[in-house]
């Protein structure tokens, strides 16, 4: 398994400005994924992150406006940059320790509010 | 491309009678299943998963949930529930891609525990 947190817990930000999410893992781990959850919905997978590398977005997703971080195997961010109100979610971070076909763990989340 | 149905938004049930959450899922190949739960204000909690084998997996918390492969269905049973049960949970299919996996998440349903 692994043991993962997340910052801040919450915000609340102005539109316009940019949030940036930290997720930090206890162990190392293969991969690192970052998703949304909208008010009353499901998760929507945003992008993995990759180390080293540039993150891979899915559809609907782009990196202008989601910048993701991956310096180390224990390390990711997720920026939400320009927030609009539509923004507001929870933004769970998560891992697959030891690659494809291993259980995905999840982080607490992030409760971002933008007024 | 992989997708989970859960037809029931919300189930009430009594504390101590039994339970059984349906879902459904659209895969061309062998999946990946899992159930999570999400509390309120909390991130998501592994329940059990599937991957080869039994089609019958015991997950925590007495959790249990059966494969069935001509029905394309993954449903979750417990025989007693608890007021502590009362939470979100998440049916999701994982699909493997070039080295890559995906999660994709049913819509959830919210299960209310009456005493």
């Known amino acids: 398994s692994a043991v993962i947190s997340q910052k801040p817990s919450r915000d609340i930000c102005q539109r316009g400005t940019s949030l940036t999410i930290q997720c930090q893992v206890d162990?190392?781990?293969?991969?690192m994924f970052w998703y949304r959850q909208q008010p009353g919905q499901s998760l929507t997978l945003i992008a993995t992150?990759?180390?080293?590398?540039?993150?891979?977005?899915e559809s609907g997703f782009v990196i202008d406006k989601f910048p993701i971080s991956r310096p180390n195997l224990t390390f990711s961010t997720l920026t939400v940059s320009n927030m609009s109100p539509e923004d507001s979610s929870i933004y769970l971070c998560?891992?697959?320790?030891?690659?494809?076909?291993?259980?995905?763990?999840f982080g607490p989340g992030t409760r971002l509010t933008v007024l | 491309a992989q997708s989970v149905t859960q037809p029931d938004i919300h189930i009430t049930v009594s504390e101590g009678a039994s339970l059984e959450l349906r879902c459904n899922y659209s895969y061309g190949a062998t999946p990946y299943l899992f159930w999570y739960v999400q509390s309120p204000g909390q991130g998501l909690q592994l329940l059990l998963k599937?991957?080869?084998?039994?089609?019958l997996v015991q997950g925590i918390k007495g959790f249990e949930a059966e494969f069935k492969r001509s029905q394309s269905s993954f449903n979750l049973r417990k025989p007693s529930v608890h007021w502590s049960d009362a939470a979100e949970y998440f049916c999701?299919?994982?699909?493997?891609?070039?080295?890559?996996?995906?999660?994709?998440f049913g819509t959830g349903t919210r299960l209310t525990i009456i005493p």
């Open positions: 998560s891992v697959l320790p030891r690659g494809p076909g291993d259980t995905q763990y």
């Open positions: 162990s190392q781990v293969t991969m």
């Open positions: 999701a299919v994982g699909a493997r891609s070039g080295g890559n996996e995906k999660l994709t």
């Open positions: 599937y991957f080869s084998g039994d089609t």
């Open positions: 992150a990759n180390q080293g590398s540039e993150a891979t977005y």
